[in-house]
C-alpha cells in the first residue's frame, strides 16, 4: 500500500513538472508576446482592423503580420505590416524581439522618435520604415545591427544629422533617407560600405562636399543625392563606379563639369540628372555609348553647345531636357533623333538654340507628347507634316522668330492640351482645324500678324482654361461661341486687335474668369447686364474701344476687381459711386471718356496714384491731389412747409421704411429657414468648377498617404497634381463627421461670395459618390508651396541644429508683412463684403503662405455671413444675449464671450488676430502649459510690457542683432507691435482696438522699422 502511494505522488510530480515552462522555451515565447502587445498597446489608429487578429484567443504566431522560427518555435522572425493606415508609436519593447530579422513597417502613420531599442536586434536583416511620420534623430545605436541589408527610413520627419556610424553596417545593401529635414554633410564612412548598391538621401538639406570616399562604393546601382544644399564639385572618382545605372544631383549648388568620358566609364546609365546646379563645360558626346540611357536631365546649368549629334544612338532615349542653358547650338541633333522610338520629352527652351526647325522634327517617335522650344532664335516655319505627332499633348514654341501660316494639319494634333505660339511673325488666318483639339486647355496665339476672323470651331475646346489671341489683325466680332465657354478661368484676351460690333451678352457665362482683355479693338456699344455674373473677375481691361453709356451698375457686384480699365472710350453720365466700395481695387482707369459730375472721395478715389480720370472735362471733386476744379454747390430751395410738418412727414416716413425693413427681413428668414439643405448645397457648388471623384483619385494617387498634407476636424488634405499638370490641394470631407457636410456648404457659401489676395481660393468642388457608392466631397484650392503659419513658428520637428532652425525662419520684417496681410484679410471680411462675414477660427495652422511668402488665410470651415439686421454683426449689441450653441474655434484663440454662449461677432475675431499677432513674436502657443488656468499669452505679454520685453520675444528674432545698437531697434519695434497684439485681444469686446487701426499701426511700425534698419546699414 505504501508502495503504491510512493508511485503515485512520484507520478503527480512528474506530470507537474512536466506542466512546468522551461526557461528555453515558453518564458522566451512570453517575451515574444508581451512586445507584440506593448507594440499594438501604442497604436491607436488601426482602421482596417489588422489587429483585430491579435487577441488571448490565438496564439502570437497566428497574429496577422506576424511570423515566427520554425526552429524556434514561438520566437518572431517577421513583423510585416505595409500600408495598413496604422496610426501611434513604435513602442521601445520591440527591442525585445531578439530574434526578428525583418521588420517592415512601410506606409502607415506612425510618429514619434524611432526608439533606440531596435539597436538591441542583432539579428535585424530589414527595417523598412518609410513612409511614415517619424521625427527626432536616426538611432545611433543602429549600427550595432550588424546584419542589416537593408535601412529604409525615407519619407519621414528625420533631422539632425547622419552619424558616421553609419558606414560600420558590412552588410548594408540599401540605404535609403531621402526626403526627411537631415541636416550636416554626407559622412565618409559611408564609403565603407562595401557592399552597398542603393543610396538615396535626396531631399533633405544636406551640405557641404559630396566626399570622394564614395567612389569605394564599387557595387554601387542607384545613387540619388538631389534637391539637398550640396556644393564643390562632383568627384571625378565616382563616374569610375561603372555599375551605376541612376546618378542623380540635380537641385543642388554644384559646379565644375561633366568628365567627357562619362559615357564610357558609366556604360550601363539609365539616368543622368543634374538640373538645377551651376556646372558648366560641355555635354559629353561620349554619352551616346550610353546605350541603355533613358532620361537625360541636364536643365538649368551653364553648359555650351554643341548638342551631341548622334544622339538617335541611344534607341531607349525617353527623355531629352537640356532647357536653361547656353547651347547657342542649332537643331541639326533632331536629325537623329528619329532612331529613338520610345522618345516623349523633347525640351531646349531659352537655351540660345537658332537655325530653323527641321523637317525631321515629324518624323520623331509617336510616342512623344511634350516638345519646348520656346524663348529662342528659331527661324522658319512649321512643317506641315508635324501632325504626324498624334500623342503630342505640350507643344511650346512661343518667342521665336517662326514665320509662315499656321498649317492646317496642326488639328491633327487631338491630343494636344497646351499650344503656344505666340510671340513670333505667323501671318494667315488662324486655323479652324484647331477646333478639333477638344483636349485643349491653354492656347496662346498673342503677338502675331494673324488676320481674318476668330474661328467659331474653337468653341469645341470646351476645356480651355486660359485663351491669348491679343496683338494680332484680327477683324470681325467676337464670337458668341466662345463667349460661353464657360471653363475659362485663368485669362482670356483678345486686345490689340481691329475687332468691331458689340460685345456679347453670353460674357455673364464667364463666371470662373479671372482676366478678360478687350483693349484696343473698334468694339461699341454698352457694356452687358449679364457682366455682373462674372463675380471671379480681378481685371477687366475695356480701354481703346467706342463703347459708350453710362458705367453700369452690373459692374457693382464685381468686388473682386483689382484692375479696372475703361479709358479712351464714350462713356457718359456721373461717376458711380460703388466704384469707391471695390475694396480690392488698386488700378482704375477713366480716363477720356465723357464723364460728370462729382468724384468720390472713398476708396480707390483717396490714393490719387492709383485712379485717372484726365479727359473727362465735367468732373469736379475728389481728392486734392486729383487736381480737378471744385463742384459747384447745388442747393436745395427752402420748403415752404413749417418747420414742425416737415419734421412729422420725415418722422412719420421713417417709422414706415423700418416696419417695411422689418417684414422684409422677418419674410427672408422664415424664407429661409424653408430652403432645404440640397438646393442649398447646389447653388454653392454650381459657383465652382466641377470636378469628378475619379479625376480626383488620380491627382492624389488614390488618396495615398505620401500625398497626405494636413489633417483638419472634418477631413483630410491631400496634394494633388491635376491631368492638366496643375498642383492643387484637395481637402476630402469625412461625411461621418458631424458637422462636416455644413463646413462644406460654409466654405462654399463663403469663398463664392468674397475674393482677395489674402484669402484662399476655392479652384472646384467634388461633390459625387465613390466607387463604393458612399457619398464624397471635397474642396479643390490653390496649394500653397510654403505651407501653414503654424509650420514656421513651431516647427514640427525637434532636436534641429541651427542651420535647419534659421531655413526655416522669419525675419521680423518678414513676420510684419505677414501680420499685415492677415489683418489687411480680416478687415475685408469684416468691411469689405456686404453682408459681413466672421471667420470664426483664426490660428496659424489656417494662414497659408504661397511661393512668394504672401499669405492665403483659409479654413472657412466655421466661417459665418452675417447682416447689419442681425445681432451678430458687431457682437457687443448681443452682449447680454446667451445661445445654448457649443463653443465654436479653436481653443486658446476663441474670445472669453463665446464661451459664455454670445454668438460669433468681428470683434470675436479680433481677438484671436491678438492672440496670433503675440504667439508670431513671442513664438510662444496660447496653449502652453506654463501658463496654467490663471495666466494666458493676453496677460503674459501684457505684464512683460513695462521692463521684460527681451525676456518674451522669440529668440529667432534677436538673432538677427549684431550689436546694441540693433538690439535696441528691435526692442522698440517689438514694445509697438505687443501693445497692438494686446488691445487687439482685450477681454471685452468693446475695449478691442478697430481692426482698420491696427492696420495703420502695423504700416507705420513697419515703416519705422525699416528706416531705422536702412539708418543703420543692417
Known amino acids: 500500500m505504501a508502495k503504491l502511494l510512493f508511485l503515485m505522488l512520484d507520478f503527480a510530480l512528474l506530470w507537474w513538472w512536466s506542466a512546468i515552462p522551461s526557461p528555453g522555451t515558453c518564458s522566451q515565447n512570453r517575451t515574444d508576446r508581451f512586445a507584440l502587445v506593448s507594440f499594438k498597446n501604442a497604436i491607436h489608429v488601426d482602421p482596417f482592423g489588422v489587429l483585430s487578429s491579435w487577441n488571448d484567443s490565438t496564439h502570437h504566431c497566428e497574429w496577422q503580420g506576424v511570423l515566427c522560427s520554425k526552429r524556434h518555435p514561438g520566437r518572431v522572425t517577421s513583423l510585416v505590416l505595409t500600408s495598413q493606415g496604422l496610426g501611434g508609436f513604435l513602442s521601445p519593447h520591440i527591442g525585445n524581439l531578439s530574434f526578428l530579422r525583418v521588420m517592415t513597417l512601410q506606409n502607415n502613420s506612425f510618429h514619434g522618435e524611432i526608439p533606440s531599442q531596435i539597436g538591441n536586434l542583432f539579428r535585424l536583416n530589414h527595417l523598412n520604415l518609410s513612409k511614415n511620420s517619424f521625427g527626432g534623430p536616426i538611432p545611433s545605436n543602429l549600427s550595432r545591427c550588424l546584419n542589416l541589408e537593408t535601412l529604409d527610413l525615407m519619407d519621414n520627419q528625420l533631422v539632425q544629422g547622419i552619424h558616421s556610424d553609419l558606414g560600420s553596417l558590412p552588410r548594408l545593401i540599401f540605404l535609403g533617407l531621402t526626403t526627411n529635414s537631415l541636416v550636416g554633410p554626407i559622412p565618409p564612412s559611408i564609403g565603407n560600405l562595401s557592399l552597398l548598391q542603393q543610396l538615396s538621401m535626396a531631399q533633405n538639406m544636406l551640405h557641404g562636399e559630396i566626399p570622394k570616399e564614395l567612389s569605394r562604393l564599387k557595387r554601387l546601382v542607384f545613387l540619388q543625392l538631389a534637391l539637398n544644399k550640396l556644393t564643390g564639385e562632383i ?24 568628365p567627357s568620358d562619362i559615357g564610357t566609364t558609366l556604360p550601363s546609365l539609365h539616368y543622368l540628372g543634374a538640373y538645377n546646379n551651376l556646372l558648366t563645360g560641355t555635354i559629353p558626346s561620349s554619352l551616346t555609348n550610353a546605350t541603355s540611357l533613358e532620361k537625360l536631365v541636364l536643365e538649368n546649368n551653364s553648359f555650351h553647345g554643341p548638342i551631341p549629334k548622334n544622339l538617335g544612338r541611344l534607341k531607349s532615349l525617353r527623355w531629352i531636357a537640356l532647357s536653361l542653358n547656353q547651347l547657342q547650338d542649332d537643331l541639326s541633333f533632331i536629325s537623329s533623333l528619329p532612331n529613338c522610338s520610345n522618345l516623349e520629352k523633347l525640351s531646349v527652351r531659352s537655351s540660345l538654340i537658332h537655325g530653323s526647325l527641321p523637317r525631321s522634327i515629324s518624323n520623331l517617335s509617336t510616342s512623344i507628347n511634350g516638345i519646348e522650344m520656346q524663348d529662342n532664335y528659331i527661324q522658319g516655319s512649321i512643317p506641315s507634316a508635324l501632325g504626324n505627332l498624334f500623342n503630342l499633348s505640350l507643344l511650346n514654341l512661343q518667342d521665336n522668330f517662326l514665320t509662315g501660316r499656321i498649317p492646317d494639319s496642326i488639328g491633327a494634333l487631338y491630343s494636344l492640351q497646351q499650344l503656344a505660339l505666340g510671340g513670333n511673325m505667323f501671318t494667315g488666318e488662324i486655323p479652324s482645324s484647331i477646333g478639333n483639339m477638344t ?47 464657360f471653363s475659362l478661368s485663368i485669362g482670356f484676351s483678345l486686345a490689340h486687335n481691329n475687332l468691331s460690333g458689340s460685345l456679347p451678352l453670353q460674357v455673364g457665362s464667364l463666371k470662373n474668369l479671372a482676366i478678360l482683355d478687350l483693349s484696343y479693338n473698334r468694339l461699341s456699344g454698352s457694356i452687358p447686364t449679364s457682366i455682373s455674373s462674372c463675380l471671379r473677375l480681378e481685371r477687366l481691361h475695356l480701354e481703346a474701344n467706342l463703347f459708350h453709356g453710362q458705367i453700369p451698375e452690373a459692374l457693382r457686384p464685381l468686388r473682386g476687381l483689382e484692375e479696372l480699365d475703361l479709358s479712351n472710350n464714350n462713356f457718359s453720365g456721373p461717376l458711380p459711386n460703388f466704384l469707391a466700395e471695390l475694396s480690392l481695387l488698386k488700378y482704375l482707369n477713366l480716363s477720356f471718356n465723357e464723364l460728370e459730375g462729382q468724384v468720390p472721395e472713398g476708396g480707390v478715389f483717396l490714393n490719387a496714384s492709383a485712379v485717372s480720370v484726365s479727359g473727362n472735362k465735367e468732373l469736379c471733386g475728389g481728392v486734392l491731389a486729383l487736381n480737378l476744379p471744385l463742384c459747384k454747390s447745388l442747393r436745395s430751395k427752402k420748403s415752404s412747409l413749417p418747420k414742425s410738418i416737415v419734421i412729422s412727414v420725415t418722422a412719420g416716413s421713417l417709422v414706415c421704411l423700418a416696419l417695411l425693413l422689418l417684414c422684409v427681413f422677418i419674410f427672408y428668414r422664415k424664407k429661409k429657414r424653408t430652403t432645404t439643405n440640397a438646393s442649398t448645397l447646389l447653388s454653392f457648388e454650381n459657383q465652382f468648377l466641377r470636378i469628378s471623384y475619379e479625376a480626383l483619385l488620380r491627382a492624389t494617387d488614390r488618396f495615398s498617404e505620401t500625398n497626405l498634407i494636413g489633417r483638419g ?93 534659421e531655413s526655416r525662419n522669419l525675419r521680423l520684417v518678414q513676420r510684419l508683412s505677414i501680420a499685415i496681410d492677415i489683418a489687411t484679410a480680416i478687415e475685408y471680411l469684416h468691411k469689405g463684403c456686404f453682408p459681413a462675414i466672421v471667420h470664426g477660427d483664426l490660428k496659424p495652422s489656417n494662414v497659408l503662405l504661397d511661393h512668394d511668402m ?93 521692463d521684460r520685453v527681451m525676456d518674451i520675444v522669440d529668440l529667432r ?51 519705422s522699422y525699416e528706416t531705422k534698419e536702412r539708418r543703420t546699414g543692417m
Open 235 to 258: 568627384p571625378p572618382s565616382i563616374f569610375n563606379i561603372s555599375s551605376i545605372i541612376y546618378f542623380s544631383v540635380s537641385e543642388n549648388q554644384l559646379t565644375g563639369t561633366i
Open 439 to 485: 483636349l485643349l486647355y491653354l492656347l496662346g496665339l498673342d503677338s502675331n500678324s494673324l488676320q481674318g476672323y476668330i474661328p467659331q470651331s474653337l468653341s469645341n475646346c470646351m476645356q480651355l482654361i486660359g485663351l491669348d489671341l491679343s496683338s494680332n489683325n484680327l477683324t470681325g466680332s467676337v464670337p458668341v461661341e466662345i463667349m460661353g465657354l
Open 713 to 805: 476636424r472634418y477631413g483630410k488634405v491631400y496634394k494633388g497634381i491635376l491631368d492638366s499638370g496643375a498642383t492643387v490641394a484637395v481637402k476630402v470631407l469625412n461625411l461621418m463627421q458631424r458637422g462636416a457636410s455644413r463646413s462644406f456648404i460654409t466654405e462654399c457659401q463663403t469663398l463664392g461670395t468674397i475674393r482677395h489676395r489674402n484669402l484662399v481660393k476655392i479652384l472646384s468642388v467634388c461633390s459625387s459618390v465613390d466607387f463604393h457608392g458612399n457619398n464624397f466631397k471635397a474642396l479643390i484650392y490653390e496649394f500653397m508651396a510654403n505651407e501653414s503659419l503654424g509650420e514656421w513658428l513651431h516647427p514640427r520637428t525637434i532636436g534641429q541644429d541651427d542651420e535647419h532652425g
Open 854 to 946: 504672401v499669405v492665403r488665410v483659409g479654413d472657412f470651415g466655421l466661417a459665418k455671413i452675417i447682416t447689419m439686421m442681425s445681432t451678430e454683426v458687431v457682437g457687443v449689441q448681443d452682449q447680454g444675449s446667451s445661445t445654448s450653441t457649443a463653443v465654436r474655434g479653436s481653443i486658446g484663440y476663441v474670445p472669453p464671450e463665446y464661451g459664455m454662449g454670445h454668438k460669433a461677432s468681428t470683434p470675436g475675431d479680433v481677438y484671436s488676430y491678438g492672440i496670433l499677432l503675440l504667439e508670431m513674436f513671442t513664438g510662444k502657443r496660447p496653449t502652453e502649459e506654463a501658463f496654467g488656468p490663471n495666466l494666458n499669452l493676453h496677460s503674459f505679454v501684457r505684464a512683460a510690457l513695462l
Open 957 to 1007: 528674432i534677436w538673432s538677427e542683432a549684431g550689436n546694441q545698437q540693433q538690439e535696441i531697434k528691435i526692442r522698440d519695434c517689438m514694445i509697438s507691435i505687443f501693445e497692438v497684439g494686446v488691445a487687439c485681444s482685450m477681454e471685452s469686446p468693446t475695449d478691442r482696438m478697430d481692426m482698420t487701426v491696427a492696420i495703420r499701426k502695423l504700416y507705420s511700425i513697419k515703416a
